[in-house]
């Protein structure tokens, strides 16, 4: 074998050598990404496997963050402690007109001070049919209408169905009781030798809207307009649909409780303006680097949750004990069974995505680092 032909032997050596260890190399890769998939691969199965497991530790998790502290239940009883005196303080007998022309007065004051032309003044301002109590015959049957009843037997005075038939009353010169019934009203005094039939009343209304393009505008201004002189006054506005289903009921609680349209919204106003106050304090202690923005939401939740179940809790107890329903805080509790159910569903919904991208995040895993082949 001469130099030539064994050169050449050694060089097709080399690169079989050289080609040999780059299998080896990328077979050593091969085997490495391998076992990173396969390690991967059993990891998820194990999560699968304990996924019960891992979802029931997430919600322990959740509680843990959302536990409230000393400080959170602090604010509880703040919460607390202002809701209470505020059914207290505010009770449904309060802060009233005394008679119905101490309303009327101070809506006049209103539209003087708005310089209302006097023809509009004179239309807003004129008794409303629905307020007529004397009949024209008195040898008929009694219409059950009198200064006593009327706010709570006739549907002008309706927080919301007086809204159409109040207006409606007032385009026909009409009264509407709670039973459907309607009479004419002439000279302020009720025509009770004669009914009519909610279509004729209809029909009549929508024959004055047509005559006059402001005569509805104007009809649900005076309708306003009384509804505010109204509000405020001692026997106040019925609850809303209660003396459509029973007006003796509508009566006890107007006369006797002061339980009306005002003592409710009153309540209910001065029942949210207080969570939002608390949650606004509340917010103000938030520490972005400890705590995502969504479990404190939830902390602050539970507190205005569960101030306004105790004060809800205590006021009916209170007025179950004495038997002052006055005192009873309807708005209130409109609000606390409001917030149950939303802020109980919000919870919930936080709850559920805090254990889905947990479960989900463990499923998921590092990205894994593959070698190039």
Not at 250 to 275: C, E, P, Q, W
Not at 309 to 318: D, E, F, M, Q, W
Request: charged letters at 25%; proline letters at 3%; a neutral charge.
């Amino acid at each position: 074998m001469d130099i030539c032909e064994f050169l050449a032997i050694d060089k097709l050596h080399e690169e079989s050598n050289k080609r040999a260890r780059e299998v080896n190399k990328k077979d050593t890769i091969f085997q490495k990404n391998q076992n990173i998939i396969i390690n991967e691969t059993e990891r998820v199965e194990w999560v699968a496997r304990n996924a019960r497991h891992i979802m029931d530790d997430l919600e322990e998790q959740f509680k843990r963050s959302t536990k409230l502290n000393s400080l959170d239940i602090t604010f509880i009883f703040l919460a607390t402690a202002l809701q209470c005196a505020r059914q207290y303080i505010f009770s449904n007998e309060k802060f009233r007109f005394i008679e119905a022309s101490e309303g009327d007065n101070a809506v006049k004051k209103v539209f003087e001070t708005a310089r209302v032309p006097k023809k509009w003044q004179d239309i807003l301002l004129a008794p409303v049919p629905y307020d007529a109590v004397a009949r024209e015959y008195r040898d008929l049957e009694s219409t059950g209408i009198s200064a006593y009843t009327h706010r709570y037997r006739t549907l002008g005075h309706d927080p919301i169905l007086g809204w159409v038939f109040g207006s409606l009353n007032i385009l026909t010169d009409s009264l509407t009781k709670t039973n459907f019934m309607s009479y004419r009203v002439k000279g302020g005094k009720i025509q009770n030798n004669e009914t009519l039939l909610p279509s004729t009343l209809f029909n009549e209304g929508i024959e004055q809207c047509q005559a006059d393009n402001l005569n509805l505008p104007v009809a649900v201004m005076r309708q306003a307009v009384h509804f505010g002189t109204d509000y405020f006054t001692k026997h106040g506005l019925p609850v809303p649909f209660v003396a459509t289903l029973n007006d003796s009921l509508a009566k006890d609680l107007t006369t006797r409780f002061n339980i009306d349209a005002y003592s409710i919204t009153r309540g209910m106003g001065l029942s949210v303006l207080i969570n939002m106050l608390v949650a606004i304090i509340h917010k103000l202690f938030y520490k972005p680097n400890e705590m995502n923005p969504s479990l404190y939401e939830v902390k602050t939740r539970k507190i205005i949750l569960y101030s306004n179940v105790l004060a809800s809790g205590s006021n009916v107890i209170y007025c179950a004990i004495s038997k002052d329903l006055r005192k009873f805080d309807l708005g209130g509790l409109l609000v606390t069974l409001y917030r149950l159910f939303g802020d109980i569903k919000f919870i919930r919904q936080i709850k559920q995505e805090f254990i889905v991208s947990g479960l989900l995040e463990q499923i998921r895993g590092q990205e894994l680092s593959l070698a190039e082949v």
